[in-house]
């Protein structure tokens, strides 16, 4: 009998990106297409769905190939996707209703101010565990609905539907399953993450057409088989990227927790079975579900601007010629000089979640060089690491005592180490980096029977590097205090109307 794999979409904000994985977790193949991204006004980011689903239908057979394997070989196939993104479409076309608007899109802002003054928004947030934000998908759909000319008509007939990325994913390998997982959905405020269904106050309140929304189901178990892209493949799981990782880092016990450096960051707690109620500006989420079993739960901090720092440095000042640069530019300097980096391009999201802010340079002097500043970038990648952290453990009771990382800025050593350094806490990163889509993979695999069990992937995850803190504690203190200064000048910039 030939050997048998597992193959993770990973449909994120930038590119899209089909991945085979064999039964010890390591990558056999990668095929990767990025996506054009459409920015028409200020604050709005946009996709093109069907671009999206096109290059899935392109690296689907060039994934395989590349593998050296036949699609029978195939057990399983998984999906983790950027969350929040929203996408609505003509159910007898197909085709897209205009273009996706992205998860960093801030146009609702203010529906966003708005809907907050209505008496019933604390209900809202409580039902959901999200606060109101233009960051989750019911204000998105809201939007749509109240911008586009007779949409909300045609939604309520049943004739437009909508989803997130992997609702609009399965539909189409699918040709025609409209379901959503309980992880996304949990990203839209319109479920209750207590019963795991469409809460009728939250449509009610973002006036959202029940006929629109997709069924939900748990995120590993069954989702279809797809007609297309995959033909004959049972789609076994489908997760938000950012559960999708915590699932890859085997964090499957409470009190584990991971952080992705992406374009933002994302830091996920679990929980276990217990829905903790957020305060100190995190979210309560759901981290995953295994059909016919209790939801796991977990609490995060969304950090919106990260990576994208970074490609800022590059591409808008020019100051490095690719990523991996910034380090070295880093390097060539002891410390900060005083200067601090402050990216609240779109807002701040966790833990102040103050959508008016925008970013700021603080500290510059003529003494301030370009590696100064490159090293500004990358500390403020740590620092607001630093200050979900304290959120996460003044709010779970817990304190955290390793870090688990992934993502791209995982390769950047030197951040690495300041992440240690300001969390006084090692910081792990495991040998597999894809866990975004190893945790696709995983989901997928399990709800086939071709991984027996959680501790059978507990074995997989092996380690490639630790940092261990090494600042001064009054210096790691002080710096803290001087950031949070920073932040502060982010406040009240853009104003009400």
Known sequence: MSERYVVAIDQGTT???????????????????????YFPKPGWVEHDAMEIWRNVE???PRALRQAGIALDQVAAVGIANQRETTVMWDRRTGLPVGRAIIWQDTRTDSLVHELS???????????????LATYFSGPRLRWMLDHTPGLRARAERGEVLCGTMETWLIWNLTR??????????????LLDVHTLDWSDDALDFFGIPRAMLPEVRASIGAFGTACEAFPGVRIGAALGDQQAALFGQTCFTPGEAKCTYGTGSFLLLNTGAELVR???????????QVAGAPACYALEGSIAITGSLVQWFRDQLE????APEIETLARTVADNGGCYIVPAFSGLY???WRSEARGVIVGLTSYITKGHLARAVLEASAWQTREVVDAMNANSGLTLKTLKVDGGMTADNLLMQMIADV????VVRPLAVETVSLGAAYAAGLAVGYWPDLDGLRGNWHIAGQWMPAMDPRLRETEYANWQRAVQRTFDWIQPG
């Open 176 to 189: 025609g399953a409209h379901v959503t997982d309980v992880t996304n959905a949990s990203r839209t405020m």
């Open 58 to 60: 392109r690296l689907a």
């Open 319 to 322: 100051l490095i010629s690719c």
């Open 423 to 426: 969390l006084d806490v090692p």
């Open 117 to 131: 003054a209505q008496p019933r928004a604390a209900r809202i947030t409580d039902i959901s565990g999200l606060p």
């Open 278 to 288: 957020p305060e100190y500006g995190l979210l309560s989420t759901v981290a995953y």
């Open 15 to 37: 590119s899209t990106r089909c991945i085979v994985f064999d039964r010890r977790g390591q990558l056999v193949s990668l095929a990767q297409q990025e996506h054009k991204q």
């Open 350 to 352: 966790a833990p102040h």
